[in-house]
């Protein structure tokens, strides 16, 4: 089994499973496809694993059958980038159909947002915390209570005096304030207290309502500081009047605002043979124009035809008989 929503995928439509379903294919291509139509989704797919579970055929005869099964219509192999920002990554799937696809079928399948969605490795379900165990009961005890000495009783706290309640409220969590607390941590010249986040987070807030962010922010800020920050406050509101930006439209706006429609994920179809990536349209029966102009020449010369056939025949004759002149 591959990890967790990597391998296999079984696209929809198909029809029921029975004992001919690939009848028509060689003896080699039907045992594979037999193997694989019975795998469950997410089983690795590659040519080494299988070879490791069909022990009738090595790794050169399955990944050659493979591509037949491929030009067949049975499977495509693709890859998908998954992921956000900088940590995005590709994965690899090879998508299995019992029926066999023509080429306009897996095109039209391959370009949908459901199989995209498909390629996406599945997350695995978030555990679900215990259930709080039931509270037991105690029986009450008769023991009568000891009475309390003057040492051991309690004062209460004076009501003067309330405990310490963390500043800065909902100011401390908005953008504008966390923007200012990271530029000391950016350049130790512009460290802020936290009454001085406080008091510079109503202009610094201006700035993120005019369409800029807390990046474009923290850049203006920062850019050609002086040798010495005498007063960093002071300092910092004087750069928030002087360079605040101007009012950007909502369509100008940056993606990273976190505004705008995550990208699309990218789905590219690789060669059966080669692993070469490209478009659906440009790999035709999953293989890519090198590779398919192979297949083809290799067909042709494993099918002879009649008049190959009857020289053949007639050549190994003519040898008979000069085995058998004295």
């Known amino acids: 089994m591959a990890k967790p929503g990597y391998g296999k995928r079984s696209t929809p439509g198909q029809q029921p499973r029975t004992r001919d379903d690939f009848a028509l294919l060689p003896t080699r291509e039907r045992y594979l496809a037999g193997f694989v139509d019975h795998l469950p989704d997410g089983a690795s797919m ?18 050659t059958a493979l591509k037949a099964l491929c030009v067949a219509g049975h499977l495509r192999r693709v890859r998908c980038s998954v992921g956000t920002g900088d940590e995005t990554r590709w994965v690899f799937r090879t998508f299995w159909s019992r029926t066999a696809r023509d080429n306009e079928w897996w095109n039209t399948y391959l370009a949908t947002e459901t199989t995209t969605q498909a390629a996406a490795p599945a997350e695995p379900p978030a555990a679900s915390a215990p259930p709080a165990p039931a509270p037991v009961a105690v029986p009450q005890q008769r023991t009568a209570p000891k009475p309390k000495s003057p040492e051991h009783e309690t004062t209460p706290a004076p009501v003067g005096t309330p405990a310490a ?36 987070a109503p202009q610094a807030a201006e700035w993120l309502a005019r369409g800029v962010t807390t990046s474009y922010l923290t850049a203006a800020l920062t850019a050609g500081l002086p040798a010495q920050v005498d007063c960093p406050p002071r300092f910092i509101r004087h750069r928030l009047t002087d360079k605040i930006p101007p009012q950007l439209s909502a369509e100008s706006a940056s993606p990273s605002s976190g505004t705008s429609e995550p990208p699309a994920r990218r789905l590219l179809v690789e060669c059966t043979d080669c692993g070469r990536p490209g478009q659906p349209e440009a790999l035709p029966d999953g293989l890519c124009r090198p590779c398919r102009a192979a297949h083809t020449e290799s067909q042709q010369a494993a099918s002879p035809g009649p008049t190959e056939i009857a020289a053949v025949k007639a050549h190994m004759a003519n040898l008979r008989d000069l085995l058998k002149a004295p």
């Open 46 to 63: 590659s040519v080494k694993q299988l070879a490791k579970q069909l022990p009738l055929y090595g790794q050169q005869a399955i990944s």
């Open 165 to 200: 309640a963390p500043t800065g409220g909902a100011a401390a969590s908005s953008p504008a304030y966390l923007a200012l607390a990271e530029l000391g941590r950016k350049d130790i010249r512009l460290a802020l207290s936290a009454d001085d986040c406080a008091a510079l």
